[in-house]
């Protein structure tokens, strides 16, 4: 079964930096676009950035100007920049397909509080 694997989590402050890293499978990975999902307390799942090619990408509005996302192809690995973080943006973070048909990961947490 294809699977990815999420991580760089963590409790972070208000206005701190996370990096975080999903690795993803090459049959997958050199094929499809990619993209970073986050599903917050008591919310449903929301697309945060997606990535076309190395200079393709585009970003939800309430991370734009904040986040980068890029991916490595010699390590098969999906990465999101994450700076100037909020409280708000207090999720479990998953990465996926642009279209999003793999089975979804176990993500991993990320906390913004201080």
């Known amino acids: 079964q294809v699977q990815v694997v999420e991580s760089g989590g963590g409790l972070v402050q208000p206005g701190g930096s996370l990096r975080l890293a999903c690795e993803v499978p090459e049959s997958i990975f050199t094929q499809y676009s990619m993209a970073w999902y986050r599903q917050g307390p008591g919310k449903e799942r929301e697309w945060v950035a997606g990535?076309?090619?190395?200079?393709?990408?585009n970003y939800a509005d309430f991370v734009k100007g904040r986040f980068t996302i890029s991916r490595d192809y010699a390590k098969n690995t999906l990465y999101l920049q994450m700076n100037d973080l909020q409280r708000e943006d207090t999720a479990v973070y998953y990465c996926n397909t642009l279209a999003g048909f793999l089975p979804w990961g176990q993500g991993t947490q990320v906390t913004v509080s201080s």
């Open positions: 990535i076309l090619s190395e200079t393709g990408t």
